[in-house]
């Protein structure tokens, strides 16, 4: 389903994220991605999101190499991947329910598939009763259960967690964990990068670790062991 492939990316020679990164995620696989700040684990979300291109090899998603996706493809690409950040990324102007249905809006969908699936993910996060608030009047971790409902709205075959737990309380920051199992169950492949090391090594799923750029460890199950 995913492959890297020789993947490096280097911004200057002080600077090299990643070098030669090769690993695959297969179909429904919930894979965490560990390393301390600065060891490549934002670069290569964002390569893979197509937020930026390597320096070399390639990034295959269903066969097709992402770095080659014209400009035209890639909304196409970003809608079979949903995406969740540690800081949310919500309109502030927008209650719940309308932040999800933005997300359809943009890409052309009809008032009527906007109707129909809206309340439906809300649900599945948790948040059916939560549909006219603003993030505002939201908690830490009823925002980024917001944040996970837009991204799956889409129907997307993969979820990219980029620390989706970073600023939440450990109450919240387990219930986004178990929002993200249990969304891995129902199908849909988990990417989550984190540093947290109690919920890796409560997971008990697989573990890319990185150190300096390089993958230093591969292992299902994995724990955080890091030098």
Not at 76 to 93: E, T, V
Not at 168 to 196: Q, S, Y
């Amino acid at each position: 389903m995913i492959k890297f492939e020789n993947v490096s990316k280097i911004y200057n020679s002080h600077s090299v994220a990643l070098k030669d990164v090769s690993f695959e995620v297969s179909h429904h696989e919930f894979v965490s991605v560990v390393g301390k700040s600065g060891a490549g684990k934002t670069t290569l979300l964002k390569l893979l999101l197509a937020e930026e291109k390597p320096t070399g090899g390639k990034i295959f998603f269903n066969r097709q190499n992402i770095p080659t996706v014209s400009q035209n493809e890639l909304p196409i690409l970003r809608r079979q991947i949903g995406a969740i950040f540690q800081d949310f990324k919500l309109l502030p102007n927008k209650t719940a329910y309308e932040n999800v249905a933005f997300a359809m809006q943009v890409v052309g969908k009809s008032e009527l598939e906007i109707k129909s699936d809206v309340p439906k993910v809300l649900d599945l996060v948790g948040l059916k009763d939560k549909a006219n608030n603003f993030p505002r009047e939201l908690s830490g971790g009823e925002k980024q259960r917001v944040a996970i409902a837009r991204a799956l709205v889409h129907r997307p075959s993969v979820i990219v967690a980029d620390e989706p737990t970073g600023n939440l309380d450990p109450i919240n920051t387990w219930d986004i964990i178990r929002l993200l199992i249990k969304i891995n169950e129902l199908g849909t492949t988990v990417i989550l990068a984190t540093h947290d090391k109690e919920i890796i090594n409560a997971l008990e799923k697989r573990v890319v670790s990185l150190e300096g750029g390089v993958v230093a460890r591969d292992e299902n199950p994995g724990r955080y062991i890091l030098s």
